[in-house]
T-cell receptor, first 112, second 114 residues
Framework: AQSVTQLDSHVSVSEGTPVLLRCNYS??????LFWYVQHPNKGLQLLLK??????LVKGINGFEAEFKKSETSFHLTKPSAHMSDAAEYFC??????????FGTGTRLKVLA | DTGVSQNPRHKITKRGQNVTFRCDPI?????LYWYRQTLGQGPEFLTY????????KSRLLSDRFSAERPKGSFSTLEIQRTEQGDSAMYLC????????????FGEGSWLTVV
């Protein structure tokens, strides 16, 4: 069985400060893991994905995530937040089937 | 634009009416998915197609919902006798049939039932 837990429903940071959005997963098999971003009234855009290659994955817009098998975590980070980063972020796990399991989302607020 | 395309983007309908949404996936993608998303929630899986075959339907998909993908190309999601609880964003996504396949989403179709 697969599951994903996003540990924070809301995160607020000041512009220019680091961002950390936390995600823990559970999977019976070697998973693929994804982070998506959703701006208001928009669809989901892929930020980055992990597929058993390098454990540190770089994505678009300066985001990156590190796969830590021992901690079953896939946290999303960015060194310096920008106002345009304010959005909903979803962590997603897939174990090689058609089933993509979504976390409940983390709403990122960026303060000026 | 070669992304996933959905229309209409917004639909307001009266309770009891039927509505249909269309999804055009990325052309080389053989897998197509429908998800539903309500305010403040993550996307919930509704159904999945491999080419033209509908291989899985969620229990969320009541008898009033039907989805098709004729010829394995575009897909339609029809909701009959709409209810206020059907108000949500309906997201379509597509992917290649590979183990590491990334799913790509459309912009979604907002349904408001009044």
């Amino acid at each position: 069985a697969q599951s994903v837990t996003q540990l924070d429903s809301h995160v607020s940071v000041s512009e220019g400060t680091p961002v950390l959005l936390r995600c823990n997963y559970s999977s019976s098999y070697s998973p693929s893991l994804f982070w998506y971003v959703q701006h208001p009234n928009k669809g989901l855009q892929l930020l980055l994905k992990y597929t058993s290659a390098a454990t540190l994955v770089k994505g678009i817009n300066g985001f990156e995530a590190e796969f830590k098998k021992s901690e079953t975590s896939f946290h999303l980070t960015k060194p310096s937040a920008h106002m345009s980063d304010a959005a909903e972020y979803f962590c997603v796990v897939n174990s090689g089937t058609y089933k993509y399991i979504f976390g409940t989302g983390t709403r990122l607020k960026v303060l000026a | 634009d070669t992304g996933v395309s959905q229309n209409p983007r917004h639909k307001i309908t009266k309770r009891g009416q039927n509505v249909t949404f269309r999804c055009d996936p990325i052309s080389e993608h053989n897998r197509l998915y429908w998800y539903r998303q309500t305010l403040g929630q993550g996307p919930e899986f509704l159904t999945y197609f491999q080419n033209e075959a509908q291989l899985e339907k969620s229990r969320l998909l009541s008898d009033r919902f039907s989805a098709e993908r004729p010829k394995g190309s575009f897909s339609t999601l029809e909701i009959q006798r709409t209810e206020q609880g059907d108000s949500a964003m309906y997201l379509c996504a597509s992917s290649l049939g590979t183990r590491e396949g990334t799913i790509y989403f459309g912009e979604g179709s907002w349904l408001t039932v009044v």
